[in-house]
């Protein structure tokens, strides 16, 4: 059933949040940059949600979760002052879709919503202060919330219909670095990545980005993130590799 392969995927559309935002080469003074993004993911990996729910296997891509997105938002906020600076990403999610009539219309059709949210925080620090060649030490925890319900429409065999809801949260602390290459005044590429545990067994992120100085206040960004996370209670697996291109805004003040 469609509806049960999109309840997975919702999970999996982002499963933690990007480190990209790029602050210029240190100074004395404060320098702030926020970047709202979007992420195209698709996802593989296995997921379960209910104690006696078999595991599924999953493959999902992008389109699948976009024709059932209802709101979305992501963005990461950087403060930087000399070689210390401070990292938030915030991104929230929310998905729905309805079953077509089940057994003959007798159950009627299941209305399914999920939402994400997902708030990282991190510290650096700036090992290698150059303006060509920055290279920056992170350390960090990363908090994320689910939350699902499912709804039995009135029907014959249910004239009240039904409705089931849950949720579950877990927090991971984490350590990475970030290193970035300007060729020109206006192009450079940036890599980043980080390892976890806590909450999971383990998680770990890759992410690569090319970057355009469009003016001294926007810069444009482009690339491609990985992201695996290993959850796993008796209630809900979530073991799960999301992967894909982004593009993101960067605004400098």
Not at 77 to 99: C, H, N, Q
Not at 167 to 195: H, K, L, N, P, Q
Request: charged share 15%.
């Amino acid at each position: 059933m469609e509806c049960t392969n999109v309840s997975i995927a919702i999970y999996a559309l982002i499963a933690a949040t990007p480190v990209n935002a790029l602050a210029q080469a240190s100074s004395d003074a404060w320098a702030f940059e926020a970047t709202p993004y979007f992420w195209a993911a698709g996802s593989s990996g296995w997921a379960r949600i209910g104690e006696r729910t078999p595991a599924v296997n999953l493959d999902a891509s992008f389109s699948n979760v976009w024709r059932n997105l209802d709101f979305g938002a992501m963005g990461t906020f950087e403060a930087r002052k000399g070689r210390w600076g401070i990292i938030v990403d915030m991104i929230y999610i929310d998905l729905s879709t309805t079953s077509d009539p089940l057994a003959g219309g007798a159950l009627g059709t299941v209305r399914l919503k999920a939402n994400q949210a997902i708030v990282q925080a991190a510290g650096a620090y700036r090992v290698l202060d150059s303006p060509t060649t920055p290279v920056d030490v992170l350390a960090g925890v990363r908090y994320t919330h689910l939350d699902s319900s499912t709804t039995l429409s009135s029907s014959r065999l249910l004239p009240n219909g039904d409705s089931h809801s849950d949720s579950v949260g877990w927090t991971d602390g984490f350590a990475g670095v970030r290193a970035a290459f300007a060729w020109t005044e206006r192009w450079s590429i940036v890599g980043y990545a980080d390892v976890g545990a806590g909450g999971t067994k383990l998680s770990w992120q890759l992410l690569g980005s090319i970057n355009y100085n469009v003016s001294k206040t926007f810069v444009a960004k482009a690339g491609y993130r990985v992201i695996s996370m290993n959850y796993d209670q008796s209630k809900f697996l979530y073991d799960i590799k999301t992967a894909g291109p982004f593009i993101g805004v960067g605004i400098r003040f």
